[in-house]
Nanobody
Framework: QMQLAESGGGLVQAGGSLRLSCAASGRTFSTYGMGWFRQAPGKEREFVARIHWSGVSTYYADSVKGRFVISRDNAKNTLYLQMRSLKPEDTAVYYC????????????WGQGTQVTVSS
């Protein structure tokens, strides 16, 4: 398993920005594709974005494409999600995990970080 700790969430007005971080330990972070997921109240957890282990390729859910940017720093074992032009529908708890395609690889999740976007 990989231990994951998300941070950087908060309350922001619509149109604002936030940068999330995910600190990883317990596995060789640099060998895993990584991704962000989110879960809104009363909804299933959904895929948001993923990045290749090398950082050379990324993929986004249609709902965030053009607004969110995923990146990683393998030297720091850290994954990032820069979120811009936030909308109320982006309100959710955000989680990171290693990925296979758009599916989470590990069963264990971090505590997540709450993002709340007010209209």
């Amino acid at each position: 398993q990989m231990q994951l700790a998300e941070s950087g969430g908060g309350l922001v007005q619509a149109g604002g920005s936030l940068r999330l971080s995910c600190a990883a330990s317990g596995r060789t972070f640099s060998t895993y594709g990584m991704g962000w997921f989110r879960q809104a109240p009363g909804k299933e957890r959904e895929f948001v974005a993923r990045i290749h282990w090398s950082g050379v390729s990324t993929y986004y859910a249609d709902s965030v494409k053009g607004r969110f940017v995923i990146s990683r720093d393998n030297a720091k074992n850290t994954l990032y999600l820069q979120m811009r032009s936030l909308k109320p529908e982006d309100t959710a708890v955000y989680y990171c995990n290693a990925v296979r395609g758009v599916q989470p690889q590990f069963d264990s999740w971090g505590q997540g970080t709450q993002v709340t976007v007010s209209s």
